[in-house]
């Protein structure tokens, strides 16, 4: 186990943002900590790395109690939101900042931020300074400089957040690469479900300072552990008491097991998809249909048709649970179920 | 050094040095050279003023001379502080809103009163203003008398206040940005409606800031203002003159209480001020 | 505007130096040069060059606590610190005496010494350095010194290679403020000081005491040698502060 978190909690003032949470997150692993904000992922992070002190459990690096040691002794490279740059010193010195705190020989630390260089394409910015590059140039140099001292564990607070969608998708997917050549423990934390279940081997769902699941982002979409996980980790509509995918759903003019009676509300079709509203005794519902299944049905507004949940996981849903804010907007699609 | 802690939405908690050692040491130097240079002569001069009551200070500064002194002064002051807020706002609509060649040069040129020592602020306006300077001849043919007199004391408070007020709303009018004033504009407005109804409640705040340290700058002037004027008592004493001649003429419970009350006059702008700055900030 | 500029501050100021020549720029020198002249200007600028780099440590230090301390009385302090911007001089002269002066309850009497010049400079350009550091140390991205202290360096190397490499413009462009306020400071320096000519006697005092004796062109010439003074200094800063904008 490269990095063992165990009941730790943490309070500023009032607010308790991490609340007896244990983590494991094994060695060589690239690890995603996903929950929206103020569920205490960052603040994880940075109790991990000694910029917080927890004030209750511990924390292990490579099964070396490290809960007391200082930021410098973790070896632990840090990649902040807002890249944190020295904005004083160019490209070149960035990079070599841990390796000069190091006492690092000259040609030997050249070495190493040529490498470095060369591995995040900026070569060619290397006496430039921060303020002459752009998000994603200051991102990967900050990467670099975080890489430089061959962490133990790297660790990545919302890394992207601050970039637009192009090139964080762009990021995300050489981020990913980079781990598999580089193979260092990393844990990444992240808000964007997308995000995190594109890259991630494992995903640390956090919600109001408490881990709420963990598992292969596979698991997590498809057997969540509750309503919550469930809407935060993907599109969900109710059916009957129950919590379940929107793509998960059959509609047919003939009744079945199961199956609810419904009036169709709204027919939006979005080239290979269709979305259908559908009313179930005054509850809205809404189902994601390939377009060939809705072309077999004769769907417009008022018509009668009875849906069924073929497969897939639902969760029962409880009064007075929170759900997440996403419920029933599909990931990417920016549909208006109004 | 303080160990850095953000929450994960921004917000900083300050959080104590790891090195006490270090921290009380820093604090400890810091206040220790405050109380020193600041705080204790200060705690001092009210000791001394406020020794033996209230009365001692009253009729000090209520004899006839004393007066006139106060009087002086804030005909010198508020005229000087109406004289640079007019020119001050234009100056500042200048730098911000137009450009022209020279305009880099007039912006260091409204920073140099600063820089320049008091006394040859007024040697420069004798130069120019007095019976033998450049416009003396013609101003003594109209029968005007500027140094020696109010006028050239207006002057020389004028000078050294000058880019109080240009500093403070100049800022404010760049990060207002011009878009509502265009706005207006595109709806009809002329230039002035513009000013009076847009341009002005906006920099209200930072205008007053910036007039509030004028005025206490114009109040308590000493040095321009020594070289200008005629010292004569009753008529071209200002308050801190006053102090100087009250001093020389050993009447120190006198110069005591002058230099209380502007003390006290010093403290209370430094209170207004710092409201009003507050204010600049939340709005812009 | 510039109409009211030029009768104001370019016209009067362009007079002292054209009348320090009026006599000729030998006659301008000769009075510049003059043992008492020289002496004070000599003054001036050893004290002036002192306190700057003094209150610039000073200053800096307090700006420090100010902005990463917390201490009950700090909004006392905050607000106060402005003090001597605010004091008219000779107040600030009448201050200082009343503590440090012939009087003085605590028995320190540095009146007519050269450590009474020092004391009333320091006081006068107390809040410049402190003032220019603290917006831009407030400012400062704390996650930088994060960063730093991930990659192994010590708190000490933080203040030393993070923090104070972007603090210094804002140390420099109030090191010379202090310093062209320092050397034309007149109203607290000539209450302390007694003004002994050779002795303690500055150039601000010096001018005037040119002007008081009908000496209008050593006066100017004099004022002439302050002003270049200001303005090198002024057009340095200005320079600075534009090198400092690039860099962060």
């Known amino acids: ?338 | 050094m303080a160990s850095v802690s953000s929450t994960s939405d921004g917000s900083v908690a300050v959080r104590g040095n790891r090195r006490p050692v270090a921290r009380y040491g820093l604090r400890f130097v810091a206040l220790g050279y405050l109380l020193v240079l600041l705080a204790a002569p200060v705690t001092m001069v009210f000791y001394r003023a406020f020794q033996h009551g209230l009365g001692p200070i009253w009729s000090a500064l209520t004899t006839s001379e004393a007066r006139s002194a106060i009087e002086v002064t804030l005909i010198v002051a508020i005229s000087a502080v109406v004289l640079n807020t007019l020119f001050g706002v234009g100056t500042a609509l200048l730098l911000v809103r137009r450009r022209f060649p020279g305009r880099h040069l007039l912006d260091v040129l409204v920073d140099l009163p600063q820089a320049v020592s008091p006394i040859v602020v007024g040697l420069a306006l004798i130069l120019v203003y007095g019976k033998f300077g450049f416009f003396g001849s013609w101003i003594e043919r109209n029968g005007l008398k500027i140094i020696f007199s109010l006028p050239g004391m207006v002057l020389a408070t004028a000078f050294v206040s000058l880019p109080l007020v240009v500093r403070s709303v100049a800022p404010v009018l760049a990060e207002l940005g011009d878009e509502q004033e265009q706005a207006a504009r595109t709806l009809g407005a002329s230039s002035w409606q513009t000013f009076r109804r847009i341009t002005l409640p906006s920099i209200r705040d930072a205008l007053a800031y910036g007039v509030v340290l004028s005025l206490a700058r114009s109040l308590g002037e000493y040095g321009a203002v020594t070289v200008v004027s005629g010292h004569v008592i009753g008529k071209t004493l200002t308050l801190t003159l006053f102090i100087d001649e009250r001093l020389q003429n050993f009447d120190q419970p006198a110069a005591y209480s002058a230099a209380v009350l502007l003390a006290i006059i010093a403290m209370g702008s430094l209170l207004i001020s710092r409201r009003f700055r507050a204010r600049t900030r939340s709005v812009a | 505007m510039t109409l009211y500029l030029s009768f104001l501050v370019l016209i009067p100021l362009g007079a002292v130096v054209w009348k320090s020549q009026s006599d000729g720029w030998s006659a301008g020198w000769h009075q510049v040069t003059s043992p008492e002249a020289a002496a004070a200007l000599k003054l001036t600028l050893t004290i002036s060059v002192g306190v700057a780099l003094f209150n610039l440590v000073m200053g800096t230090i307090i700006a420090w606590v100010l902005v990463r301390d917390d201490f009950p009385g700090k909004g006392a302090v905050e607000l106060f610190i402005d003090l001597p911007f605010a004091l008219p001089t000779i107040v600030a002269g009448v201050v200082l005496l009343s503590l440090y002066g012939p009087r003085s309850p605590a028995h320190v009497d540095i009146a007519f010494t050269r450590t009474a010049i020092t004391v009333a400079l320091l006081f006068v350009t107390l809040p410049f350095v402190v003032r220019t550091v603290q917006p831009v140390l407030i400012e400062l991205d704390r996650d930088m010194e994060a960063a730093a202290a991930s990659l192994g360096a010590s708190p000490f190397l933080i203040a030393r290679r993070i923090i104070l490499p972007n603090l210094v413009p804002a140390m420099l462009t109030g090191t010379g403020l202090a310093f062209a306020r320092a050397i034309g400071e007149f109203g607290s320096v000539s209450l302390l000081s007694g003004n002994l000519p050779f002795h303690t006697e500055v150039s601000a005092v010096n001018i005037f005491n040119q002007i008081q004796s009908d000496n209008p062109v050593g006066a100017a010439a004099q004022s002439t040698v302050l002003l270049v003074i200001a303005f090198v200094v002024l057009f340095a800063l200005d320079r600075l502060k534009r090198w400092g904008v690039h860099r962060g």
């Open chain 1, 1 to 338: 186990m490269s990095i063992s978190v165990r009941h730790v909690t943490k309070r500023f003032a009032q607010f308790t943002a991490l609340d007896d949470v244990s983590v494991d997150i094994p060695t060589g692993s690239l690890t995603a900590l996903l929950g929206p904000s103020g569920s205490g992922k960052s603040t994880l992070l940075r109790v991990i790395a000694g910029l917080d002190t927890a004030d209750a459990g511990t924390v292990s690096i490579e099964g070396a109690d490290a809960t007391h040691l200082p930021p410098q002794r973790r070896e632990v490279g840090f990649v902040f939101q807002h890249y944190a740059p020295f904005k004083h010193m160019t490209v070149y010195d960035n990079i070599a900042f841990g390796l000069t705190v190091r006492k690092a020989g000259k040609a030997e630390t050249k070495t190493k931020v040529t490498e470095l260089l060369e591995l995040v394409h900026l070569e060619k910015f290397q006496t430039r300074y921060p303020d002459q590059l752009s998000g994603g140039q200051r991102q990967r140099m900050a990467l670099a400089r975080a890489l430089a001292v061959e962490p133990r564990v790297l660790l990545l607070d919302e890394p992207f957040g601050a970039l637009d969608a192009q090139v964080r998708k762009e990021l995300r997917t050489w981020l990913r690469r980079l781990h598999d050549e580089m193979n260092v423990t990393t844990v990444i934390v992240t808000h964007d479900q997308e995000e995190a279940m594109e890259v991630a081997d494992e995903i640390v769902v956090l919600y109001d300072g408490r881990v709420q699941q963990v598992g292969h982002p596979h698991d997590v979409y498809e057997h969540p552990v509750n309503e919550w996980v469930m809407s935060f980790l993907g599109p969900v509509t109710h059916f009957g008491s129950l919590l379940v995918r929107p793509h998960d759903l059959d509609l047919a003019h003939e009744t079945s097991d199961g199956a609810l009676p419904a009036t169709v509300v709204r027919v939006t079709r979005l080239g290979f998809q269709t979305v259908v509203d559908l009313d179930v005794q005054g509850v809205p519902l809404y189902a994601q249909l390939a377009r060939e299944a809705t072309d077999r049905l004769t769907l417009s507004p008022g018509a009668s048709v009875y849906v069924s949940h073929a497969r897939g996981e639902s969760v029962p849903t409880v009064p007075g649970v929170p759900v997440a804010a996403a419920v029933g907007v599909p990931a990417g699609l920016e549909v208006d179920l109004g």
